[in-house]
Nanobody
Framework: QVQLVESGGGLVQAGGSLRLSCAVS?????????MGWFRQAPGKEREFVSR????????SYADAVKGRFTISRDNAKNTVYLQMNSLKPEDTAVYYC???????????????WGQGTQVTVSS
C-alpha cells in the first residue's frame, strides 16, 4: 500500500501563491511511480494538473497551469510539491495528490490517492 497526505491548501487572493505538499509513504512505493496532482471544482470532473516521474524528474502540465505551476519532488523527504503562482479564481478546487505506474493524465489510471486539500482563490 501507498499512503499520500496532502497539505498546504488555503485561501489566497488572486495573483497570490501557495505551495502544496504531498507526503508519500508505504512499503510498496517505488520510484518508478508517477506522481500526479489533480483538482476538482464543485460540479466538475476531476482534472489533471501536473505529473512528475519520481525516478527521472520528468514533468508534465495541463495547459491551464503551464507557466504558473511547478511540480517537484524531494527524495530525502519522500514529498512531492506543487508550487502555484499567479493564482486565479478559476484555480479554486480541491487538489488531490495521486500515485500510479502509467504515463497518463487520466485520473482513473492512478492507483493511490490522498484525501485532498482545498484551495480557494478570491477575486
Amino acid at each position: 500500500q501507498v499512503q499520500l497526505v496532502e497539505s498546504g491548501g488555503g485561501l489566497v487572493q488572486a495573483g497570490g501563491s501557495l505551495r502544496l505538499s504531498c507526503a508519500v509513504s508505504g512499503r510498496t512505493f517505488s520510484t518508478t511511480y508517477r506522481m500526479g496532482w489533480f483538482r476538482q471544482a464543485p460540479g466538475k470532473e476531476r482534472e489533471f494538473v501536473s505529473r512528475i516521474t519520481w525516478s527521472t524528474g520528468s514533468t508534465s502540465y495541463a495547459d491551464a497551469v503551464k507557466g504558473r505551476f511547478t511540480i517537484s519532488r524531494d527524495n530525502a523527504k519522500n514529498t512531492v510539491y506543487l508550487q502555484m503562482n499567479s493564482l486565479k479564481p478559476e484555480d479554486t478546487a480541491v487538489y488531490y495528490c495521486a500515485a500510479g505506474r502509467a504515463v497518463t493524465t487520466n485520473p482513473q489510471m492512478f492507483d493511490y490517492w490522498g484525501q485532498g486539500t482545498q484551495v480557494t482563490v478570491s477575486s
